[in-house]
């Protein structure tokens, strides 16, 4: 397996090709390098074009399968870093479940929990769509915290039946860390538009596209860890990205201070 960390603005495909060239740099070996140039990588997982972090892709067709069917049987834990615009919540921490699929334009959008099941046009369905949330920081004002299991009270938990928080106030910056309990399409990006506080940069959730005189590059989500069992040897390993320029500098970490 190689373990990448996706810069924000690159496609999966061109990461995907770009792999061979660097395990070439990394060998000194004629015959290492003819070996990997005819190498056939996959895709375990993939990510939107914007956001930045781990990505997983191996040398073996049988070791992705497995690796895509434990991401598909939501069997790997993901945790998310993003960066939201809206107004402050009073929560620390919430977990939204709901419903997921295609409106009838086409777009992906958060449906409410009673419809999972239900029919949609063009033959899919609504499927449910569970996320947690943890405030990190608030205008600059928190403290880093590594990533935990979280134990979520019945009180903290919003169960979707209503139309959520959209067009609401963008007053306040809003550091938070996602734990996404399944994978849909745009899942952290349409709950954190639900929530009220959509995602920096991305427009098509009603995120700002300029915040205090600088344009935004893209949607500011970043991929921080994996933990799954590793394929061949069924122990649990976790990866970490680095955090990105834009939640270091929204946070005091330990080694800022």
């Known amino acids: 397996?190689?373990?990448?960390?996706?810069?924000?603005?690159?496609?999966?495909?061109?990461?995907?090709?770009?792999?061979?060239?660097?395990?070439?740099?990394?060998?000194?070996?004629?015959?290492?390098?003819?070996?990997?140039?005819?190498?056939?990588?996959?895709?375990?997982?993939?990510?939107?074009?914007?956001?930045?972090?781990?990505?997983?892709?191996t040398k073996s067709h049988k070791v992705a399968g497995k690796l895509v069917k434990a991401f598909t049987d939501h069997k790997v834990k993901k945790t998310y870093i993003a960066m939201c615009i809206g107004a402050a919540p009073k929560w620390d921490t919430i977990s939204l479940r709901s419903g997921h699929g295609r409106s009838k334009f086409g777009v992906w959008r958060v449906y409410a929990a009673s419809d999972v099941g239900r029919s949609l046009p063009g033959g899919s369905s609504v499927r449910d769509m569970a996320t947690t949330f943890e405030v990190l920081s608030v205008n600059g004002q928190g403290r880093f915290k590594e990533p935990s299991k979280l134990s979520i009270n019945e009180e903290d938990v919003l169960t979707v039946e209503a139309p959520g928080l959209v067009g609401g106030e963008k007053s306040d910056e809003v550091l938070v860390r996602a734990y996404p309990q399944s994978g849909r399409t745009h899942q952290i990006r349409l709950h954190s538009q639900y929530l009220g506080i959509s995602i920096r940069g991305d427009v098509k959730y009603e995120g700002v596209c300029e915040w205090n005189g600088k344009v935004c590059d893209g949607h500011e989500l970043h991929a921080e860890t994996l933990t799954f069992d590793h394929p061949i040897t069924g122990l649990m390993v976790e990866f970490r990205a680095p955090l990105p320029s834009w939640a270091t500098q929204a946070i005091q970490t330990e080694e800022l201070q």
């Open 1 to 57: 397996m190689v373990i990448v960390n996706k810069p924000q603005g690159i496609y999966c495909e061109t990461l995907l090709s770009a792999v061979p060239q660097l395990l070439d740099n990394k060998t000194d070996s004629v015959d290492s390098k003819t070996e990997t140039k005819s190498l056939e990588l996959h895709l375990a997982n993939r990510l939107d074009r914007d956001t930045s972090g781990l990505m997983v892709i």
